[in-house]
């Protein structure tokens, strides 16, 4: 029992200490977004900045930071332009009456100006800078002329250097006020922005001159902190400009910091450098810097206070939290933490994208559902209902006057409706006129029997059209329906591509790079893509090889080693100069390729020819060979077959199933036309990557498959296209081999030798008599039999189409590579 209670009491503490903890952690997190609400949105961070802008001196006289940090707000933040005024007006107070009256008269003095030349001019914000110049020109002539009573030309000079150097700070102020005034999650600093927002901060930090405690003075403090928190964040390059600007700007408030700027742009340097240690690293890099600069100055007593000071910087440093540092990498271009925010937008914009086409998919799938027509009914019921409605038209426009009426359809009932039943039957089939017993029997019956014949046959005509009107909406319905679910397929199977996330192949690079290397081949970088097999997708750059080709004889070989998969290059984009850098592809090539030669004829030796044949490389890596034959010959023939398969490529490229591609292409051939035209269609699609075939035959005649002295015949019993409005037809599948030779012919070579009693065996022996293996000349010989056994002449349109798989060999696959890494497998 007590056991029990103890373990009770334990649990609840527990929960306890985590509720705290996470009151805790909710209440730090309000804090935090109401400080961040409180300093960036509502501007309170601006009274600061001014603060120290307003107080900051050049050359312990010059003020030339306050009035374009007060014109800078006001432009781009007018509603917090009274927070800079008062900043600017409470710092220049801790400085001197004159500072205050200097800053007071320039900013007013713009706000004049200013509403005046918005006035004049509409382009008002380009004048801004020169305006800024005037007016600080101006006021500190005046002030010094009237107030101070300096007449000298010293005073004008440095009237109009302040006046300049307001003139360079509005343009950087008005690039770095807005990073401070705003929240972008999704920004990336460009460079001039970057350097101006440090030029900003280094402006704050001459604000601090003069704040000292014990000796050590609170800027050197601050900009050692500054240079430490971006050599971590992002590296020694922008560690180092920091520095070096930090410092220019310090040593430009107080000719004393000169040596500071080598200090800081030595510590950015090391502190970049070693960031791999973390904190740590970049401390021990200012700690160095500290040392080695010390050694310049007069000995201990100076180098102390400056090992003080940066031992504070590393203190505030260290205790900075790692949510700000992280904050602030993901605006800097280059940085991991930016690099991650980017793919993390990347894969959101791809999510959104992906979730799009998959509710596209699913609209155009419940539009196929919805177009889908219901099967149209054969049953008994439904032709007795038809008959009724049909008969019904007919006794209301014959019998319903007649005299004769009670006695027909309530006496015999069963007698009239079975005379008429089969009159409309007899009519339907056209054969009403020929039955003249029929008619003999319903002229004794009924009184009106020329009349009703004669209606009967009027509304057949209306009947059989509606009919058939019927069925092609049916049609039309349905084709809609296949075609729409095939748009949802596709778009569903492009939502799935699109989701596929880039794997990171960092591993592969570096022992791809480090094997080439090894070999002696020198290598910019590498990038992998993908290492899916079948799609391998590798860019790397290399030195600029004088077009000795150097890729495809060595690289490419040695990646089909490494890889075990056959790689070639895709694409080469050289150095346009000799020192550059070439930028090279790589990709898997398809384990078979295909040849194919062609013969063909028109009827008679014309010059169309009612068949059509198609060679379609699609993108899914298959290739397809396709032969129509247009009904009859002529123009009208090759139009149909043409047209056959000029849908048929159209659609597979599409990426969409085979069997919906010629189903729908069927029901086009079927419904756009009321005469009898019909298309043939032999198809056979290759996979290059395994040789596996599937054939589909609709109408047409057998296909031979040759592999050495071995013929095979491939054939399916299917009509042609058009002729029956569901088609169906049976997919043969065959594996071919490198070296197999497929024959495609249409019915004018098969069945066109006369006096051949066994079409199979004459054009299977004159396959295996061949001497060649060459695709055209393949197909050339098998034409010039055919129309020597028919005697000369072209009785019918003949195609031959002959294709020839082969493995994929590239060029310089058989060089050998001895460099084969097991780390690289």
């Not at 509409?122 to 101006?138: D, G, I, R, T, Y």
């Not at 880039?502 to 592969?508: F, G, K, P, S, V």
Request: with cysteine.
């Amino acid at each position: 029992m007590e056991r029990v209670e103890r373990g009770t009491v334990r649990r609840i503490s527990e929960v306890r200490i985590n509720e705290t903890q996470a009151t805790l952690s909710r209440w730090m997190r309000h804090v935090k977004l109401r400080l961040g609400h409180l300093f960036v949105h509502q501007g309170f961070l601006l009274l600061l900045v001014g603060f120290l802008l307003g107080r900051a001196l050049i050359l312990a006289k010059l003020t030339p930071f306050a009035l374009p940090f007060f014109v800078s707000v006001y432009m781009l933040r007018r509603d917090k332009a009274a927070f800079a005024l008062v900043s600017l007006l409470a710092g220049a107070v801790t400085l001197s009456f004159d500072t205050v009256l200097f800053v007071g008269a320039s900013i007013f003095g713009f706000l004049f100006i200013y509403s005046w030349v918005r006035k004049v001019i509409s382009e008002s914000l380009k004048l801004v800078p020169f305006v800024v110049f005037a007016v600080s020109l101006a006021t500190k002539w005046l002030i010094s002329y009237y107030w101070l009573g300096e007449r000298t030309a010293y005073g004008v000079a440095m009237a109009v250097v302040e006046a300049g150097l307001s003139l360079v700070l509005t343009l950087i102020f008005m690039q770095s006020i807005p990073l401070l005034t705003v929240q972008k999650h999704k920004h990336a600093l460009r460079a001039e922005e970057m350097i101006s927002l440090i030029i900003l901060l280094a402006s704050m930090l001459t604000g601090m001159i003069g704040w000292s405690a014990y000796g050590l003075s609170l800027e050197h403090v601050m900009s050692r902190y500054l240079v430490l928190l971006f050599a971590f964040v992002a590296g020694a390059a922008t560690g180092s400009t920091v520095g070096v600007v930090t410092g220019l700007v310090l040593s430009l408030a107080n000719v004393g910091n000169l040596s500071e700027m080598s200090l800081l742009a030595f510590a950015g340097l090391l502190g970049g450098l070693l960031k791999e240690g973390k904190k740590i690293g970049v401390a021990f890099g200012l700690i160095v810097a500290t040392l080695l600069m010390g050694l310049y100055g007069d000995g201990k007593a100076e180098l102390m206070p400056t090992l003080l000071e940066s031992s504070i910087a590393i203190m505030l440093f260290l205790c900075t939290a790692h949510s700000l540092t992280e904050k602030i990498a993901k605006h800097i271009p280059g940085t991991a933490e930016y690099i991650n925010e980017q793919q993390q937008y990347v894969r959101k914009i791809r999510d959104v994208t992906a979730q799009r086409v998959s509710q596209f998919s699913n609209v155009f799938q419940a539009l196929a559902e919805s177009f889908s027509p219901g099967p149209l009914s054969d049953s008994d019921e439904y032709h007795e209902r038809e008959v009724d409605y049909f008969l019904g038209d007919i006794t209301e426009k014959t019998c319903q006057t007649c005299f004769k009426k009670a006695q027909c359809w309530v006496a015999n009932f069963s007698t009239t409706y079975a005379y008429m039943k089969q009159m409309m039957h007899e009519a339907d089939e056209k054969t009403l006129a020929q039955n003249h017993q029929l008619l003999h029997e319903w002229e004794r019956y009924c009184v009106k029997a020329g009349k009703v014949v004669d209606t009967i046959e009027k509304e057949m005509v209306i009947y059989q059209a509606n009919r058939k009107l019927k069925r092609q909406v049916y049609e039309s319905r349905k084709l809609v329906a296949e075609q729409l679910l095939g748009v949802s397929q596709v778009m569903d199977d492009f939502a799935k591509e699109i989701q596929k996330e880039r794997e990171n192949h960092y591993l592969q690079e570096e022992q791809i790079y480090h094997a080439l290397q090894e070999f002696g081949i020198e290598i910019g970088h590498v990038d992998i893509y993908s290492l899916e097999k079948g799609n391998i997708d590798i860019e790397m750059s290399i030195p600029y090889c004088e077009g000795r080709g150097e890729c495809e004889k060595l690289i490419a070989p040695m990646l089909s080693d490494i890889l075990g998969e056959t790689i070639v290059v895709k694409r080469e984009e050289c150095a346009a100069y000799p020192n550059g850098y070439c930028r090279v592809a790589f990709g898997s090539t398809k384990a078979f390729v295909v040849e194919t030669g062609v013969a063909f004829a028109a009827k008679g030796g014309g010059l169309i020819s009612g068949d059509s044949y198609a060679t379609i490389e699609l993108g899914t890596g298959k290739y397809a060979v396709a032969i129509s034959d247009g009904m009859g010959n002529g123009e009208r023939a090759h139009y149909e077959s043409h047209e056959t398969l000029h849908l048929l490529q159209k659609i597979l490229q599409t990426g969409m199933d085979e069997s919906i591609a010629i189903k729908s292409i069927n029901s086009i051939l079927a419904l756009r036309t009321t005469e009898d035209m019909y298309a043939t269609l032999d198809l056979a699609i290759i996979d290059l990557q395994n040789a596996a075939t599937k054939f589909l035959k609709i109408g047409s005649m057998p296909s031979f498959i040759k592999r050495g002295d071995k013929v095979m015949k491939v054939e399916a019993s299917n009509l042609p296209m058009g002729i029956i409005k569901e088609v169906e037809f049976d997919v043969v599948s065959e594996q071919l081999k490198s070296g197999d030779l497929l024959i495609m012919m249409s019915d004018g070579v098969f069945e066109g030798p006369m006096n051949v009693e066994n079409h199979d065996l004459w054009m299977k022996r004159k396959i295996q008599e061949l001497k060649t293996t060459d695709p055209q000349e393949v197909a050339d010989v098998i034409m010039e039999e055919v129309i020597r056994q028919c005697g000369g002449e072209i009785e019918d349109d003949m195609t031959v189409v002959v294709a020839k798989v082969r493995h994929n060999t590239p060029k310089w696959a058989t060089i050998p590579a001895y460099m084969y890494m097991k780390k690289a497998q």
